[in-house]
């Protein structure tokens, strides 16, 4: 795969890795300005099968092919061992990344994610590819929503109506045959087995009110991982990147510092 990719900043090398039909412009606003000004060089990228990475020549792979392609991106740009932040998805090619490339992995920072997801998680997802199959964009953004964000989200008017637009207006929307092949990657992420040989520094962050990924999922992966920390963000949800970025923020720089 030829990876859309930006680089921003100047400093250690932090790669942001997005999770299910997400694109590099999600961590834009929200976290690339602060972490830039602690002093971090963001890599920005594009999965397979989203933004203008584009579409994957392969119709099933799993989460470990993302990896693959991450690590292939950070030794093309000389990056490692870099620091990674990865959400959800993100977080579970972070996972990999960390267990087959250790070589490009300085620290990692693991963000409302799982070790393998279970009956409920499979629900939502199938529920969403269905949802996806079956309607409009702007129906499909409606149906994920509550999954994502908290009721506080939703009466902060401007913030809800910023996010929509962006997310309806997306030059490169993701098409549907693409989300099922990004969902069923996750759905067959399994590293429970594989976490204790992670020997990196190691930091899990979830939202205290995630619907898509409960926190019980985050304590399993911080009781695997030798010496890792978690952090449980109260008031916020799957999205706490967007939902509450200040506080996102000073979480993962404080880790990271």
Known sequence: MRLFHELAGTGHPLVLISGVSSDHVGWKATQVPDFIAAGFQCLLFDNRDVGQTGESSIDEYDTRLFADDTAGLIRQLRLGPAHIVGASMGGMIAQHLALNHPDCVRSLTLVCTAAKPD??????????????????????????????????????????????????????????????RQCNALLAHDTVSLLP?????????????????????????????????????????????????????????????
């Open 119 to 180: 009956a409920y998680m499979k629900n939502v997802i199938d529920a969403w590819k269905t949802a996806a199959w079956l309607g409009t964009r702007e129906e499909f953004l409606q149906a994920r929503m509550p999954w994502l964000f908290t009721h506080r989200f939703y009466e902060n008017a401007g913030t809800m109506a910023a996010y929509r637009k962006r997310v309806l207006s997306n030059p490169f929307p993701q098409s549907v045959a693409a989300f099922h």
């Open 197 to 257: 040989r992670i020997a990196v520094p190691t930091h899990v962050v979830v939202g205290a009110e995630d619907l898509l990924i409960p926190p019980r999922h985050s304590r399993r992966i911080a009781e695997l991982i030798p010496g890792a920390t978690l952090s449980v963000l109260p008031n916020t949800g799957h999205c706490l990147f967007w939902e509450t970025p200040l506080e996102f923020n000073r979480t993962v720089l404080e880790f990271l510092r």
